[in-house]
């Protein structure tokens, strides 16, 4: 069984279209996250929710809007893809207080 | 959170100790050492943490200094799958601080067969 879980694992799209990720996880952790990982490797936070509520929101397009309907999922949703959102995004979770964060196993997106 | 300071790159032949370093020379006291692994294509996974004492498991042993300025991951006998980049993250452990890890570029660890 995986633990956390992203759908799709590949995404390709035109510029301009609306998109959506999503996230499972199994684990009963009460945060999860979405990171993105750009072409060089870099991995940066996006987002984080504990229990439904957003806790970290970091300097992100108003365009992805994640929704957590209840603790196992978060879904990420992306209005008018640009070529710059191209990128592999990762779905993590975890369990407070030691936050030991579990990964997904990622989305890549590809904008044309 | 603190920032790491790690070698772009080691090469460790298969079998022996693999030794990665780490710098964090601004940690503060209630700052926890982790460290992530993400093998290509990959997403991260967590490998072990500590805040002073020396700690190990499964996977791998974490020494920190005594002033806590540096640390050392080391995988005992080092695989082929092993080969992975190895990010060393500073943070708080529990709290508000203790949701976000701040990856850096991290050491490149090839192991050579």
């Known amino acids: 069984d995986t633990a956390v879980s992203q759908t799709p694992k590949y995404l390709v799209t035109q510029m301009g279209n609306d998109k959506s990720i999503k996230c499972e996880q199994n684990?009963?952790?009460?945060?999860m996250y979405w990171y993105k990982q750009d072409s060089k490797k870099f991995l940066k936070i996006m987002f984080s929710?504990?229990?439904?509520?957003?806790?970290i929101n970091e300097t992100v397009p108003n365009r992805f809007s994640p929704k957590s309907p209840d603790k196992a999922h978060l879904n990420l949703h992306i209005n008018s893809l640009e070529l710059g959102d191209s990128a592999v995004y990762f779905c993590?979770?975890?369990?407070?207080?030691?936050?030991?964060?579990?990964f997904g196993a990622g989305t890549r997106l590809s904008v044309l | 959170d603190a920032k790491t300071t790690q070698p772009t790159s080691m090469d460790c032949a298969e079998g022996r100790a693999a030794n990665l370093p780490c710098n964090h020379s601004t940690i503060s006291g209630n700052e926890y050492v982790y460290w992530y692994r993400q093998i290509h294509s990959q997403g991260p996974q967590y490998i072990i943490h500590g805040l002073k004492n020396n700690e190990t498991n499964e996977m791998a042993s974490l020494i920190i200094t005594e002033d806590r300025k540096s640390s050392t991951l080391i995988l005992p006998h080092a695989t082929l799958r092993d080969t992975a980049v190895y990010y060393c993250i500073v943070r708080l452990f529990s709290g508000a601080g203790s949701y976000q890890l701040t990856f850096g570029k991290g050491t490149k660890l090839s192991v050579i067969p």
């Open positions: 684990l009963g952790h009460d945060t």
């Open positions: 993590a979770s975890s369990l407070s207080p030691k936050n030991i964060q579990y």
């Open positions: 929710y504990n229990n439904k509520e957003l806790i």
